[in-house]
């Protein structure tokens, strides 16, 4: 009985962080997208010119900069509150 209440846990929490993990991503697809598309119409070019391949090279590497700048950003705030910590501890 104990092990079956574990193991539907432990089968929630994995359902919880891939779902997280989902949404995650997609967001951050969502804002490469928009930034990719915002830049190539800075540059006067028209979406449907962009070869599928380049398109989705110039999405990839997006999603890759903003993945690294949240990164960043979470790590920033991780020193910070321990900067606190330590400060007022």
Do not use: P, R
Request: hydrophobic share 40%.
């Amino acid at each position: 009985m104990a092990n079956n209440f574990i193991d539907k846990s432990l089968d929630t929490i994995s359902e919880l962080s891939d779902s997280i993990t989902g949404k995650y991503d997609e967001h951050i697809k969502k804002k490469a997208l928009k930034q990719v598309d915002e830049m190539i119409k800075s540059q006067g070019l028209d979406i449907e010119d962009i070869e599928e391949d380049d398109y989705e090279a110039m999405v990839s590497e997006a999603m890759l900069e903003i993945k690294e700048e949240y990164a960043s950003n979470t790590a920033k705030v991780g020193f910070s509150l321990l900067g606190l910590d330590l400060l007022f501890g």
